[in-house]
């Protein structure tokens, strides 16, 4: 159960997979979790310049720049963001190169989601 705390997080949303977008974004809505969705690391780093988010989750392979890329720079602008790597690969090394980061493996279920996102706020 999520906590009344936790309903106020916002999330940015970086996934280019129409499908995958549309059900994470409105699971994570359905929990009370403001979602801001992008398809692009440009466009998830240009919506981190005009509003402050409490968790990054973001596919590692994006069509502009990689979702580590764009952990990085997110860092950059904000070191506190908590950050959700979403893969389909089985070792993804170069996203476990980021600090208080966690990966999960394609297809993950929502309560993964939600214990992740609970680790990045909860635990931290």
Known sequence: MITPSERALSILLCEDEP???????EF???RGFSVTETVKASEALAEMAMAKFDIIVADI????????????????????????????????QNARQIPASLVLSKPFGEKQLLRAIRKLTVDS
């Not at 499908?19 to 974004?25: Q, R």
């Open 19 to 25: 499908l995958i977008m549309m059900h994470v974004s």
């Open 28 to 30: 994570l809505k359905s």
């Open 61 to 92: 392979e994006l069509p502009d720049i990689s979702g580590v890329e764009l952990a990085k720079s997110a860092r950059a602008i904000d070191p506190d963001i908590g950050i959700i790597f979403a893969t389909g690969h089985l070792d993804p």
